[in-house]
Nanobody, 114 residues
Framework: QVQLVESGGGLVQPGGSLRLSCAAS????????MSWYRQRPGKQRENVAD????????SYSSSVKGRFNVSRDNVQNTLSLQMNNLKPEDTAVYYC???????WGRGTQVTVSS
């Protein structure tokens, strides 16, 4: 049974940092590309970052490029998202996703506010 469990969200001030994690189980994590998505209030879910199975290629949305870094540990079966210089517009529920599939985590709330 595929499980994706996000953690690490919370309330942070503008300019602060958070590190999100996604614990993956029930599938061969090292074989699949992974993604982070987010859904801001009143908006559709949007792609934030992608990482290939071997971490050789990463891509980011223009809104987070230079501030966010996606990584993975294929031994611990975890996907991470380091978020720096957070802005109020980064406030959203962040989801872990197996790229190209219908598998999603339940999400973790990130709120950026002073």
């Amino acid at each position: 049974q595929v499980q994706l469990v996000e953690s690490g969200g919370g309330l942070v001030q503008p300019g602060g940092s958070l590190r999100l994690s996604c614990a993956a189980s029930g599938f061969h994590f090292a074989s699949l590309d992974m993604s982070w998505y987010r859904q801001r209030p009143g908006k559709q879910r949007e792609n934030v970052a992608d990482i290939t199975r071997d971490s050789r290629s990463k891509s980011y949305s223009s809104s987070v490029k230079g501030r966010f870094n996606v990584s993975r540990d294929n031994v611990q079966n975890t996907l991470s998202l380091q978020m720096n210089n957070l802005k109020p517009e980064d406030t959203a529920v962040y989801y872990c996703h197996i790229s190209g599939t219908d598998y999603w985590g339940r999400g973790t709330q990130v709120t950026v506010s002073s």
